[in-house]
Every structure is written in structure tokens, then in C-alpha cells.
């Protein structure tokens, strides 16, 4: 099976209540013993998630969730663990053994609200009785086509395959696109500082490179200190420099006049997220006094380092500017706040770890709560005086 990381695959998670047959459907699809199954309540304690390829679909990730009925107190948590799903989710697939109830409801609509592409499934369906007036019925209450299937004797299936591989089917988006084109010289600039992971590049890096190379372009890699010496060993300035956001002052004060400059955060953030918000989200900054408050959320969970982008430099190039009173929050991994209002600025990461849906899900929560949402690359710019001379879109 081919590598792929799990941020660029398609996110498609399994609903239900208990025991209404997600990991017996999960072990089905991958052809693994991913999930525990058992015939006692809430065996799935948390979400378990297993890459795959989907036959017309692709790379893709399966996630397996707790049931939605567990009432317990303990269950209750693994319920909402459950609904953060959905800020991920690509394809939603909501199975019932016997009928649906309010459980299913609500699944389905907070999937409708999010505009999740969803497939609703009538599991068991080799032992129940009456199984066409069963369907009939769930797709009354639901407005859905519902799918006969046996995840234990694999009846229905194939055509459970088919129906993801429909839903989930999109555009190919393009990291650099309307950057550079075949036969581009790009310059790649990256720090390799005691933040990177020693003996590999970051995920970005690694993405970018990929795609450049793929695309018929030449990239030319170097570190901040020896840029000048790669300008030098090309007869003709390259047509697009990328550089790690922290470099932007030194990389720009090196740039040839006819080359244009981006940074790696930046490509992310349009690849991942909305990049026009992003620019208009900075705007905040005319805003921002010593008395304000600021959330910093990073996708990665990592040790802090001397030299974190998100947890050292961005905060002192902030207190920097508006006072050392300045409040910042810094969250990281799946953490990030229902409620952002008590926030004037929120300053999301390149999120090379998250898949574009989840990005587009903390977007919507702050756009929908009023709160100004930009990116490192973005904010970065902004900060050094740049933003105008870097090319965003």
C-alpha cells in the first residue's frame, strides 16, 4: 500500500450505537482486527482510527467510534470524543441495526449543519425480519437512501464501497498552485534548527518537494545561511523562493527582484484553509492592546523547544509589539476551545498534521463567533513588515 500521510487522506468515520456493528464493519474494510469486537456495550472506548486504500477513492482513514447511546458518565465523555470527530470527517457513515432513533438523528444533523457527505446503513440485515419496510422506514425518517449490509458475512459491502468512493471523491488540490509551473526553478529555504526532527525534514518540507518535482519543476534547497551562495550558483534568479516563515526578514533582504517570495505556512494555508480570512484575520493586529487576549493553536504535539516557532517566537515578536501584559493562550493537538469569544485574534498553525476538513471546521467556529482568525506564515509577515511584498494566493 502506498505511504501517505494520514492528514492527506480521506477522513471517513463510523457512527452508531452501541453494538450496532462499527468494528465488526471497520475489521470488514480494512481486512485487519483493527477493533475489539464484543457483544458487551462500549468495547470502543475511544476512536480508533487505521488507514486503507478504497478501491475509486484512494488513500483513505477509517475511524471507528464509541456508541453513541453509551449514557454512563464515563460514556458521556466518549460521546463528545465522538462528536469531535465530525470536525475531521470527510464521509460520514451512520449504522442502525434495528431502526432509527434519536441518537442517529442527531448524528445526522450535525453532519447536515456541516455538510458531511453521509451514507446510512441498516447493519444485520441477513437476521432481521421485514428487512424492505425496515428500509423504507429509515429512509423516511432520515431523507437518506439506506444500504443493506452484514459486516460479519460481507453482504452489501461492496455497494457500502462504492457509495463511500462516490461521496468522497474530490477535486485534487494542488500545494503550489498558481505559484510556478514545469520547468520552474524554486528555491526552497529551510532552517534547520533544534526544532526540526534530526535526520528528516519537517512534513511540509517533505510535501512541497514532493509536489515540485512531480509537477516538472527543479527545486533547489539551502538553509537561511547559505542562500546567497545558492543564488550565486545559478546564472538567472529562480522564479519562486519558499522559505520556513520564522526566515521571512533574512530570506526577503536576499530576494532578486524578479523572484517571487512565499513561505511554506502560507502555501499551507491555502492548501489547508482560507487563506483570503487568514489575510483579512491579520488585520486584527490594528486592534490588538495590552490588554488583549490571544489563542496560538498548533496541530503537532511536541516537547517545547528554545527555538518553537509557536511557543517561543511568535509570542515574544508579539509582546514584542503590543507589551509584555500581552495574554496568549497556546493550545495544541486536538485541543482547541468551543467558545473562542473571549479571544480578540486566533493564530492557527500551517497544520501539516491536520486534513483540510478539520482546519475548515476551526475555521467556521471562528468566523461564525466573530473572532479574527489568521496563520503563522500570514501573521509572521505581517509582523516583519512584509506582508505586501509576499505573494499569498
Known sequence: MQSRANAERIHIAIFGRCNAGKS????RLTGQDVSIVSPIAGTTTDPVQKAMEITGLGAALIIDTPGLDDNTELGRERV??????????????????????????????????????TIVALTHCDTVTDREELLAQIEFRTNHK????????????????????????????????????????????MPQDKSAPKG????????????????????ICCTPDRMAEALAALATPPELIIT????????????????????????????????????????ALGRITPASRIL????????PQNEDIGRVKLPRLLRKRFGEEL???????????????????????????????????RVARAREQGVAITNYGVILAALTGILDRVKTS
Open 244 to 283: 520556513d516563515s520564522q526566515a521571512f526578514n533574512e530570506v526577503y533582504a536576499l530576494k532578486p527582484e524578479s523572484s517571487t517570495l512565499t513561505s511554506f505556512s502560507i502555501l499551507f494555508a491555502r492548501y489547508k484553509g482560507d487563506i483570503a480570512l487568514f489575510v483579512e484575520g491579520v488585520k
Open 24 to 27: 465488526t464493519l471497520v475489521n
Open 200 to 219: 528528516r525534514l519537517i512534513q511540509p518540507q517533505v510535501q512541497t518537494i514532493r509536489e515540485l518535482l512531480d509537477r516538472g519543476c527543479i527545486p
Open 296 to 303: 496560538i493553536a498548533e496541530a503537532c504535539t511536541h516537547t
Open 146 to 189: 439506506a444500504l443493506a449490509i452484514s459486516p460479519l458475512t460481507g453482504e452489501g459491502i461492496e455497494e457500502l464501497i462504492k457509495a463511500i468512493a462516490a461521496l468522497g471523491a474530490t477535486e485534487e488540490l494542488l500545494i503550489t498552485e498558481g505559484f510556478c509551473k514545469a520547468g520552474d526553478r524554486v528555491l526552497l529555504v
Open 327 to 361: 495574554s496568549i493562550d497556546i493550545v495544541s493537538g486536538a485541543d482547541y476551545p468551543e467558545d473562542l469569544t473571549p479571544y480578540d485574534l486566533v493564530i492557527h498553525c500551517g497544520a501539516c498534521m491536520f486534513n483540510r476538513k478539520l482546519v475548515l471546521s
Open 80 to 117: 463528545a470524543r465522538t462528536a469531535k470527530v465530525l470536525d475531521r470527517t470527510d464521509v460520514a457513515v451512520v449504522l442502525t441495526k434495528e431502526g432509527i432513533g434519536s441518537s442517529e438523528m442527531n448524528i445526522l444533523k450535525e453532519c447536515k449543519i456541516r455538510e458531511i457527505p
